[in-house]
Nanobody, 111 residues
Framework: QVRLVESGGGLVQPGESLRLSCATSGFIFSLSEMGWYRQGLGKQRELVASITISGYKKYADSVKDRFTISRDNAKSAVYLQMNSLKPEDTAVYYC?????WGQGTQVTVSS
């Protein structure tokens, strides 16, 4: 059974950082492309970042140079380091593998 569990969200001020984690189980993580998505209130869910099995990373233009995706195959986990957070980064952040999604973690950036 595939399971994705996000953690690390919270309330921060603009300019601060957060690190999201996604713990996974039920599939061969090291052979799987992983992605982070987000959905703001009233907005469509959008890709934030993805990482292939070889470590190739892709980012949305809005988060380039601020966010970093990484993976730890030994822990079957994927991470999203978010720096210089902005109010427009406020959203529920989801981890994705194929057609499976985590439950999401709320990130709120507000002064």
């Amino acid at each position: 059974q595939v399971r994705l569990v996000e953690s690390g969200g919270g309330l921060v001020q603009p300019g601060e950082s957060l690190r999201l984690s996604c713990a996974t189980s039920g599939f061969i993580f090291s052979l799987s492309e992983m992605g982070w998505y987000r959905q703001g209130l009233g907005k469509q869910r959008e890709l934030v970042a993805s990482i292939t099995i070889s470590g190739y990373k892709k980012y949305a233009d809005s988060v380039k140079d601020r966010f970093t995706i990484s993976r730890d195959n030994a822990k079957s986990a994927v991470y999203l380091q978010m720096n210089s957070l902005k109010p427009e980064d406020t959203a529920v952040y989801y981890c994705r593998f194929g057609n499976w999604w985590g439950q999401g973690t709320q990130v709120t950036v507000s002064s």
